[in-house]
């Protein structure tokens, strides 16, 4: 018979604590995230979620104890670990200049740039922006490939820079709360958008951070808990999502209700 081969977890955290001061913002976090699997960070402000994903990939340092293993490895090349995560925030809409169009900006995120240029011996690919329209057609934004990017909507603007974070063609792909300050529609277009782009790259994890359970799309069946720093429960979404886990984690009571393959808090 021939061999199997396991492979690593493209994350595995170990005992994991990160201070900042006196003030721990991580206490002993425990987590693998393996190959393909999807999973949402939930929690409220202050939890600690994006310190965790920030440790994870590499951009600060787990100061106060813990290991972290990355494709089974202790120690990496964590520039070339970077070039292999996408990661989306709302804070990069920002950086990104408003003239520049759409198509340009897609491509940028194969050159790690936020703004293309073009250096001495780089040749910017037809290819490339061929590809750049075949990402923005996946997250349905195939219209404005060709708008300024200051002239997009705040959800266009989610979509354009998910496909931004497709070009480099991530092991991982972390999305920081994308949903916030969006109205309801846009918020129901993105959301759909990456329900869509799970179910088409299906060798990449996906990690959703967010506060809102009804932001969870059936494509994310795996769900971490965070609350003061500490996991309070990890696992399978259906099971881990319940008015108990809400209790603790906002102090509120509610009920919930599951349609549509999504959860929604209905408030007692």
């Known amino acids: 018979m021939p061999e199997i081969t396991i492979e690593p ?23 693998q995230l393996n190959k393909g699997e999807h999973w949402v960070i939930i929690g409220p402000n202050g939890a600690g979620k ?3 994903l920030r440790i994870a990939c590499g951009y600060i340092w787990a100061n106060a104890g813990g290991k972290i293993y990355r494709n089974g490895q202790a120690l990496v090349d964590l520039r070339e670990l970077r070039e292999s ?41 037809d290819a490339d922006f061929a590809q750049a329209k075949r990402y923005l057609a ?12 200051g002239t997009l909507s705040q959800g266009e603007k989610q979509r354009v820079l998910i496909s931004r974070a497709l070009m480099a063609r991530p092991l991982l792909l972390v999305l920081d709360e994308p ?14 958008s990456i329900q869509d782009l799970a179910k088409l790259q299906r060798q990449m994890g996906l990690v959703l951070v967010t506060q809102h359970i009804e932001e969870i799309m059936p494509v994310f069946d795996n769900v971490l808990a965070l609350a003061r720093g500490r996991i309070i429960e990890t696992g399978p979404t259906r099971k881990v999502i319940s008015p108990q886990l809400i209790q603790r984690l906002y102090g509120v009571s509610t009920s919930i209700q599951h349609a549509a393959g999504r959860y929604w808090m209905i408030c007692e």
């Open 9 to 31: 977890p493209i994350l595995d955290i170990r005992d994991v604590s990160y201070r900042i001061g006196e003030r721990l913002i991580l206490d002993r976090i425990c987590w």
């Open 50 to 52: 994006t310190s965790l």
């Open 85 to 125: 995560i996408g990661w989306v925030t709302i804070a990069l809409t920002n950086q990104i200049p408003p003239g520049e169009i759409v198509t340009r900006t897609v491509v940028s995120g194969k050159f790690a740039q936020v703004g293309l240029r073009q250096y001495a011996g780089q040749k910017l690919q």
């Open 138 to 149: 996946e997250m349905g934004c195939a219209g404005v490939a060709n708008q300024e990017f």
């Open 179 to 192: 949903c916030a300050g969006l109205d309801p529609g846009g918020r129901e277009l993105l959301l759909e």
